[in-house]
């Protein structure tokens, strides 16, 4: 017969695994090529997509082309938040050992990368994300960059092409005309 306390016990240890996730879940984009994580970045969403930006980001890659073509950058969906108190934060001093600050990284990449395997965006114990916006450091500045370089131009109509060599007749009712390319009046110049 098992007793309750195996299962408060087991309860415990499930509780912890499940805090310990998000870090494997990071270590394990680390082994990752590059193209897997560009075709993950085209359907991830919520933490696992700022995970996959932020892994992305520390290997410089910041725009992605997978073997099917499709096209993505890093801050297409996530740029908006740069600068939004998504997250509350507090001020209080933090009480990690072994605290981390901005400079302890090489890039803005890295440190988003460490933000996220430690608790970011819903918690913070390093202070890396100080406005709340889910963004440790400076890489809200990096997803702006991106999306600033690789957004896609918005398509405009262009206005129709107009002949400088046509020349406009007057009928014998005061209407305007010009002769199109097939011989054809066309009425409206």
């Known amino acids: ?12 240890i499930v509780a912890l695994a499940s805090c310990d996730a998000p870090a494997s879940r990071s270590a394990s984009l680390s082994t990752q090529s590059t193209a897997s994580l560009c075709t993950q970045h085209l359907s991830a ?14 290997r410089g890659v910041l725009q992605c082309t997978t073997t099917y073509g499709s096209k993505s950058y890093v801050g297409a969906r996530t740029e908006a938040t740069v600068g939004r108190a998504l997250y509350s934060r507090s001020q209080a001093a933090s009480s990690v050992r072994d605290d981390k600050n901005c ?19 819903n918690r913070d114990p390093h202070g890396l994300d100080g406005d709340g916006d889910g963004n440790a450091c400076e890489w809200g500045k990096e997803l702006k960059t991106s999306a600033k370089r690789y957004k896609p131009a918005p398509v ?23 002769y199109s390319a097939s011989g054809n009046k066309v009425y409206g110049c």
Do not use: H
């Open 103 to 121: 400079s302890d990284f090489a890039s803005a990449g890295e440190a988003q990368r460490f933000f996220i395997a430690n608790g970011g965006p």
């Open 1 to 12: 017969m098992i007793s309750g306390k195996f299962f408060v016990v087991l309860g415990a």
């Open 45 to 58: 969403t919520g933490v696992n997509l700022l995970e996959v930006e932020a892994e992305l980001g520390a």
């Open 156 to 178: 405009r109509a262009s206005a129709p092409r107009r002949s400088s060599s046509r020349t406009c007749y007057t009928g014998p009712r005061g209407g305007r005309y010009y």
